[in-house]
């Protein structure tokens, strides 16, 4: 492969002409830059980028931590990023935690070493379980930016990007009151995640705020992913007069759906469902399940955006909480409110 030296040599101009008209410099002529640029096409000329990095001191690389790549919703994050950054001029490594502090902290460690400018991620239900932060501290020492999403630790400094779980979570609940139901159960497998305490507190405010209903919210608490078909089978079984439910998760939404039809219920005049989740979920229910819908790839984009702009900023920026908009998705398996 031919370097920027020899391709100077080449044209018999200077190694610092050769290099300002692959960046299009405003010092060289249209005429120069497009000489240099065929001959370097014609050389199959590509850029050193060690070097770029170790003079610019910048890999134009992001680090991306994500939990769960089989979830729909990291998957799409995941693509938004990717577009972003690719748009932004900038490459992406993309580390697996699986849900664990360890392969967290060792993917943090592994990137640190001058392969990436910064790091984009959502926690780790290990680490948020444990409230381990001394991690994310220590990248952020060491002046490498940190983006969170979605799952995010409030007492780290960081950029921060998510969706008002709170307020998603109380419109959901209080549309079902509104439809006027009298017998809510909230499916909750999120429980040690930052989202899902905050989706619970919006479900139980709308109750509280809810003058005329007197019954308490039922909370089904499930633990582990594989329990969810059997934990929501036998609630419903035991709570055979619900007439609404709330899933705060992407999937026990859908089970709720299966097995209430199992049961004979009528969706959505016996009962009514709301859970959260994109439109992947749509093509596989009958009737179309109502949805709070997250905009994953758009939470992608502005956590590159973000990244960005404190990987480049030249003056030290305060931390920053951006809240990108979620949708109310009304379909199938709720009845209108007039």
């Known amino acids: 492969m031919i370097t920027l030296k020899e391709l100077a040599e080449q044209l018999n101009v200077s190694i610092s002409t050769v290099s300002k008209a692959l960046n299009d410099s405003s010092e060289i002529s249209e005429k120069t830059i497009q000489r240099v640029k065929e001959i370097a096409k014609i050389y199959n ?125 109380y419109k959901a609940t209080k549309y079902l009151i509104n439809e006027g139901r009298k017998k809510i159960m909230l499916v909750n497998c999120l429980d040690e995640l930052s989202v899902g305490k905050l989706r619970v507190k919006g479900a139980l405010q709308a109750i509280s705020d809810a003058k005329a209903f007197s019954r308490e919210l039922i909370e089904l608490k499930i633990k582990a992913i594989n329990d969810i078909e059997k934990e929501v089978e036998t609630a419903i079984r035991k709570f055979k007069d619900i007439d609404a439910i709330v899933s705060i998760d992407n999937i026990s939404g859908v089970v709720a759906l299966n097995i209430a039809k199992k049961h004979q219920f009528s969706i959505p005049k016996d009962l009514s469902i709301i859970g959260f989740s994109d439109d992947n979920v749509l093509p596989f229910t009958s009737p179309k399940l109502s949805t709070i819908t997250q905009h994953s790839d758009d939470i992608g984009a502005k956590a590159v955006q973000l990244l960005i702009k404190r990987i480049e900023a030249k003056t030290h920026l305060n931390n920053e909480t951006l809240t990108v908009n979620y949708s109310v998705n009304l379909r199938g398996t709720t009845l209108p409110v007039k």
Not at 87 to 116: D, W
Not at 127 to 132: L, R, S
């Open 45 to 169: 000329y590509k850029p050193n980028k060690v070097a770029l990095s170790l003079k610019n001191n910048q890999t134009k690389t992001i680090g991306v931590i994500i939990p769960n790549i089989l979830n729909h919703f990291f998957a799409k994050v995941l693509y938004g990023i990717e577009k972003e950054s690719a748009k932004k001029g900038y490459s992406i490594i993309t580390c697996l935690s699986n849900e664990s502090y360890n392969r967290e902290l060792h993917s943090l460690q592994l990137l640190a070493n001058g392969s990436v400018d910064g790091f984009i991620m959502s926690i780790a239900e290990e680490t948020q379980k444990e409230k381990k932060t001394a991690h994310f501290e220590n990248i952020l020492t060491q002046k490498i930016p940190i983006v969170m999403f979605d799952r995010v630790a409030d007492a780290v400094e960081c950029g921060k990007v998510v969706i008002d779980d709170f307020e998603a979570a």
